[in-house]
């Protein structure tokens, strides 16, 4: 059995429940949960759905487009209440824009998408893993419409305070800056 270490009450942006949060673990932003939500949400979630809400009010009723969404949280309601909710993943040796194993297939620096095709584009702890967040945010830019949202989180480390590149991709390779990991 988990042990607890932390046991609070309060109303969940997700499941919009009077609920309980637990955490077995001291780091909240990973283990902090919503004991109602399917599945549990996490914080950042959490706080991704009140972004949401406050920036795109009719959510509901947008062009929303998420790249690699996890099964659970601000991902799953959006799947369930969203008509116009599209999820991504990026399979390397897939065709772009087709769909594999069910999901569509999209590079987020090449995407297939056409102009001003979505009124919010979401990532969750993604840009972290692009090779080019230039390239990535220029393709953003280019799907939104005029008056859309982008609206991403990024992990933060406890003891790192600075940003540290760990690599640099070209159109041919890869020049690992702190060896291959």
């Keep these: 059995m988990e042990h607890i270490l932390y046991r609070g009450n309060g109303i969940c942006p997700i499941c919009e429940q009077n609920?309980?949060?637990t955490s077995s673990n001291t780091w909240f932003r990973d283990y902090l949960v919503c004991v109602t939500c399917d599945h549990g949400s996490i914080p950042r979630e959490r706080a991704l759905m009140v972004a949401i809400k406050t920036s795109v009010?009719?959510?509901?009723?947008?062009?929303?487009h998420?790249?690699?969404?996890?099964?659970?949280?601000?991902s799953a309601?959006?799947?369930?209440?969203?008509?116009g909710y599209v999820e991504t993943q990026f399979f390397v040796a897939q065709p772009l824009g087709e769909l594999h194993?069910?999901?569509?297939?999209?590079?987020?620096?090449?995407?297939?998408?056409?102009?001003?095709?979505?009124?919010?584009?979401?990532?969750?702890?993604?840009m972290e893993h692009v090779g080019r967040p230039d390239r990535v945010c220029q393709e953003i830019a280019?799907?939104?419409?005029?008056t859309g949202y982008y609206i991403f989180t990024t992990p933060t480390y406890?003891?790192?305070v600075a940003t540290q590149r760990r690599a640099i991709y070209f159109d041919d390779n890869i020049?690992?800056?702190?060896?291959?990991?």
């Design 77 to 83: 309601r959006l799947r369930r209440e969203c008509p």
């Design 101 to 126: 194993q069910g999901v569509r297939n999209e590079n987020l620096e090449q995407q297939t998408f056409s102009d001003a095709a979505f009124d919010l584009v979401i990532t969750q702890d993604v």
């Design 57 to 64: 009010p009719n959510w509901k009723s947008s062009s929303v």
């Design 66 to 74: 998420e790249s690699s969404p996890a099964h659970r949280g601000v």
């Design 175 to 181: 020049e690992h800056l702190l060896g291959n990991c």
């Design 158 to 160: 406890k003891d790192q």
């Design 19 to 21: 609920t309980q949060f």
């Design 142 to 146: 280019r799907t939104l419409r005029p």
